[in-house]
């Protein structure tokens, strides 16, 4: 177990992946750092008092009370609300996140749950399924209008993967008149949102969940989507009303959703959602890849180098005023 390391990883795992690849990738970034992993509470325990930089998915409170170099707490996943961000703030402790990181994935998902409605692939699976040859008619995807609620890294990612398909896009942010990547950009007034989703033959979700989002797909929404229309969430389940979507499949109010998140979450095996064939399933897959590391790696990288010598922290959620 290294002395006075440079950079502690945590032991709890994140997505299936090991946090020894964490940390030997961490070591190809900082040759010329001293990276350990912390393999058992002990070990988090002893290594963290030392540590200038600590990474992981959360950090106990008790941790920092004699974590007296630490400067810097990497989170590994991109949101921070389950982080004691109140106690790294009263610590003097910078926190960065993951943000970004999953946003390739998730894109390309998107995309190909658009492509599956846009061409009835479901429906081909299941007549496969069923050992049916019989055809059954796809539409195209070109000419149609998507919505991509949200355009930071994920949905920039989404609309820069649309160009080609021939589609317009609407792209709803925070701030509409710093405008974006997409043809029309509108903002999160009730209004704007069902002025966009009026004119959607898709939609797509990758905004966080906050008290302006929260339920932002509700019935009323879904009302003024056109029947034809997809609903597809890459973001978080709680932006959509679950019971108001399920009446909406149920009675073809739209033509279907694609989700990787759900509310509730993990979503029960006798849920509604499962026995709807116009809604596809995924179980919070979305963001992973095996880049995961190699891209978090680099952000951790660059910050530990920005801790040294100056510069901007990238993917910073807090940093203290002294610094």
């Not at 701030?175 to 966009?196: C, N, Q, R």
């Not at 679950?242 to 959703?257: E, H, K, S």
């Amino acid at each position: 177990m290294s002395t006075n390391p440079d950079v502690v990883v945590l032991r709890e795992g994140t997505e299936g992946l090991s946090m020894e690849s964490y940390a030997e990738t961490l070591r190809d970034r900082l040759p010329d750092h001293t990276v350990a992993l912390a393999r058992t509470p002990a070990e988090e325990r002893e290594l963290v008092s030392q540590a200038r930089v600590v990474t992981g998915i959360t950090i106990e409170e008790t941790l920092l009370e004699s974590a007296d170099r630490l400067e810097l707490f990497a989170c590994t996943f991109a949101g921070t609300d389950h982080v004691p961000m109140d106690a790294l703030a009263d610590h003097g402790v910078t926190v960065t996140n993951a943000g970004g990181i999953h946003a390739p994935g998730i894109a390309e998902q998107s995309i190909a749950n658009m492509l599956v409605f846009a061409r009835n692939l479901h429906e081909g699976w299941r007549r496969k399924q069923n050992s049916e040859w019989r055809h059954f008619q796809p539409r195209e995807f070109t000419d149609s209008t998507v919505t991509v609620v949200g355009l930071g890294s994920i949905g920039q990612e989404i609309v820069t993967r649309l160009d080609g398909f021939g589609v317009e896009t609407i792209g709803i942010r925070y701030t509409p008149s710093k405008g974006g990547p997409t043809d029309e950009v509108l903002g999160f007034e009730e209004e704007d949102v069902h002025e966009a989703f009026a004119r959607s033959d898709y939609v797509v979700l990758a905004c966080p969940l906050n008290d302006l989002t929260r339920h932002l797909v509700d019935e009323d929404a879904l009302a003024t989507l056109p029947p034809n229309a997809v609903v597809v969430n890459a973001a978080r389940g709680g932006i959509i009303d679950t019971d108001a979507l399920v009446a909406a499949l149920q009675f073809n109010g739209i033509r279907g959703a694609a989700l990787d998140v759900t509310d509730p979450e993990p979503l029960p095996n006798d849920h509604e959602l499962w026995d709807l064939e116009n809604c596809l399933i995924t179980p919070h897959t979305g963001g992973h890849t095996p880049k995961h590391w190699d891209r978090l790696a680099d952000i951790v990288a660059h910050n530990v180098a920005v801790l040294e010598d100056g510069g901007e922290l990238e993917n910073a959620v807090y940093v203290p005023e002294s610094n």
